[in-house]
């Protein structure tokens, strides 16, 4: 036994030695992703932590704060404090050093398909040119132009360059945009590119128009945003990021110099690099080390990165200067702090994404869908994915397929030119019916007319009339002419009997319902809610709260003004308001369920009118219920909206109140249970 035991052990023992062991290093970052509804959530892993290249061949870095990846794979980079360009290859090995001797504070390199080397040297004042064996063959100062500004300093710190060799440079200092030169004649100023814009706010303008000039001088300045970084693609179109323009610091400038991307709400807080991939992604580094990568369109794909927490881990960085992307689809940070480039090799889930980008933009939009559905295979909430799928069905003209996929990334613009297709299918092969059906619908009512007139059918009309008689029917039936005449409507509500409780009751109630049914189900293109969240309590709460509240304040307001309305008329009245909600509102939630968005002003002209039409009623009901003049309405309408702001603030003074009183009481509660349990 001993003998089998000391085999069995060696057996466990040789298997254990000889069996590989996996190990999985946590990513020390979370990836984000917006879904349709603009929402960020968390997603696959897109990016991993690769390497890092610490140094040049056995130069360390000194003052890193540029980078330019050529085609060849060579990582050129700009370091002031060495005055010179390091230039080594992917794995970090030394290829050559230029401009000792001539830079004398390298900010900007920008390396062109051909290898000419273009660097910005803010402290020497000028631009200067090496070929590829690092020979200057050309220099830039200032330029002589009087456009560019006599006063205005020369100090470039960022360059990129096209394929005719005309500059882009950004200059420290200079607001009026980005500085194109021309290479002939030793730098023609061609003028200034891409600028940013200042906006005022209506306060802002109105404060400069009455203020004096000795005034306006003490304010602020309004003066825009200078560029923080630009990249070139091979289309010749020019990226930039601006720190401090919140709503527009990403920008795609086409050769006119407008900007080709809207505004997002997910560009990077203080982005301080841009690049472009081979699928026309644009990546944007945020100085903090994170990453955003985009479409070409300026969507947003991932969200990764973040600040190192210390411990010096690759992939978090301290601050970013630069953002390259090779061949490989690998990321280059910058990170000047740290003096170290990190590099992010892109996992499965990234490498899919990419494939279908291509393919979709090639045009080969069947092939796309393959690499999309492995995507969504791995993350089904990508929506993404979804949308791009659903936009390659629409390509295919398999619209039905399209506005399932539009309608699950919440892609509204896809689903409304899917939706326009597939009605217009419909509505070609049913015209017919549809024609044949009308037609015989107001023959059948014809033919009834004409029977009833010749006294056919009368038990069923006087069955009829006498359901049109009973009281409760006729007072819901008198909303329908509140709504039209609404002077003669109060009239009969004060001194006719119009009052019904349980009329305006069940009018409330249909207007709660109604109103429920516009939130969630108005059709696809109007909702405004997300998918499968329903909070009926809160609808139902708010509605009554507003309601109820509102009678209550103002009846308290006509009561010391004079008023001769009751609460029971105000409320039977102010119920009868409502009506062309009840009416109208069910039309216009049916209507827009079968609308595309070249025709939802239809359904925002009918709200409107809806909108105008209650509040009318409303101004008219205050002022008859109550025998008002016009001025004293409009008294009775501001005394009433205060009271409804003193109300509401006691309101939130008491649930402050009472929610801290719970609190210590619970507090209080398990205080006691510890002790007693101890």
Not at 1 to 26: C, G, H, Q, S
Not at 253 to 258: D, K, R, Y
Not at 367 to 392: C, H, W
Not at 611 to 619: A, E, G, N, Q
Request: net charge neutral.
């Amino acid at each position: 036994m001993k003998k089998l035991a000391k085999i069995l052990v060696t057996a466990l023992v040789l298997i254990f030695l000889t069996t590989p062991v996996i190990v999985n290093a946590e990513t020390p970052y979370k990836t984000y992703t917006v879904d349709g509804y603009g929402y960020v959530m968390e997603t696959q892993t897109a990016y991993t932590p690769y390497s890092a290249i610490t140094k040049v061949g056995e130069t360390s870095f000194i003052t890193p704060v540029d980078m330019s990846l050529s085609k060849s794979g060579n990582l050129y980079i700009a370091d002031s404090g060495a005055k010179a360009i390091l230039v080594c290859n992917l794995a970090g090995e030394e290829v050559g050093r230029i401009g000792d001797g001539i830079l004398v504070a390298p900010t900007g390199v920008y390396v062109t398909e051909d290898e000419t080397i273009y660097v910005a040297d803010k402290d020497a004042g000028k631009v200067f040119v090496f070929n590829k064996d690092g020979e200057v063959i050309h220099e830039y100062g200032k330029p002589s132009s009087p456009i560019y500004g006599d006063a205005m300093a020369f100090k470039p710190i960022k360059i990129v360059a096209n394929s005719s060799g005309t500059m882009y440079i950004i200059c420290e200092g200079n607001m009026n945009g980005i500085v194109q030169l021309s290479p002939v004649e030793g730098g023609s100023f061609l003028g200034y590119f891409g600028t940013n814009y200042t906006s005022l706010n209506p306060f802002e303008i109105l404060q400069r128009m009455i203020l004096t000039d000795a005034q306006r001088a003490k304010l602020l300045s309004n003066i825009p945003s200078t560029p923080t970084n630009l990249a070139i693609d091979d289309d010749g179109l020019i990226y930039t990021v601006t720190q401090g323009d919140d709503s527009l610091s990403l920008k795609k400038l086409n050769i006119a110099g407008n900007n080709m991307l809207t505004s997002d709400p997910y560009y990077a807080d203080l982005p301080a690099a841009v690049t472009t991939g081979k699928y026309n992604n644009i990546l944007v580094a945020d100085s903090d080390g994170y990453i955003y990568e985009y479409n070409e369109e300026g969507e947003l794909l991932f969200m990764l990165g973040g600040r190192d927490d210390g411990r010096q881990r690759i992939g978090l960085c301290n601050k970013v200067e630069a953002i390259a992307v090779d061949d490989n689809d690998r990321v280059y940070l910058l990170d000047s702090d740290k003096k170290q480039i990190h590099v992010f090799e892109p996992t499965e889930f990234t490498n899919l994404l990419h494939e279908s980008l291509e393919l979709y933009a090639k045009g080969s939009y069947t092939q796309s869908k393959e690499p999309l559905t492995e995507v969504l295979k791995m993350n089904s909430l990508f929506d993404y994915a979804n949308k791009a799928i659903g936009r390659a069905y629409y390509q295919e003209e398999n619209y039905k397929e399209a506005l399932k996929y539009a309608r699950l990334s919440k892609d509204f613009d896809g689903y409304s030119n899917a939706f326009w297709e597939v009605r217009n299918v419909w509505i070609r092969s049913n015209l017919v019916k549809a024609v044949g059906i009308i037609i015989l619908i107001i023959i059948l009512i014809k033919i009834w007319k004409m029977l009833v007139k010749k006294g056919k059918f009368g038990n069923i009309v006087s069955k009829y009339e006498k359901f049109k008689n009973i009281k409760l029917v006729d007072r819901l039936k008198y909303s329908k002419f509140f709504m039209r005449h609404p002077i003669d409507g109060c009239y009969a509500v004060k001194r006719e009997g119009k009052n019904s409780v349980l009329c305006a009751t069940i009018i409330l109630v249909l207007f709660i319902i109604i109103s429920i049914i516009g939130k969630y189900y108005p059709g696809f293109l109007l909702k405004t809610v997300r998918e499968g969240r329903y909070d009926l309590v809160t609808d139902i709460g708010k509605v009554l709260v507003i309601f109820f509240g509102l009678i209550a304040c103002n009846y308290l307001v006509v009561t010391i003004n004079d008023g001769e309305g009751s609460i029971k008329e105000l409320y039977c009245a102010y119920a009868y308001c409502l009506s062309p909600y009840v009416f109208i509102k069910p039309i216009c939630i049916l209507v827009g369920n079968v609308l595309t968005y070249n025709e939802v002003f239809i359904i925002q002209f009918g709200n409107l009118c809806i909108t105008v039409w209650v509040v009318v009623l409303l101004f008219l009901t205050l002022k008859e219920i109550n025998n008002y003049s016009v001025k004293e309405t409009i008294k009775a309408i501001f005394i009433t909206a205060f009271t409804v702001l003193i109300m509401a603030l006691l309101i939130s003074i008491l649930y402050v109140l009472c929610s801290q009183v719970i609190d210590f009481v619970i507090t209080v509660v398990r205080e006691v249970v510890y002790r007693i349990g101890n």
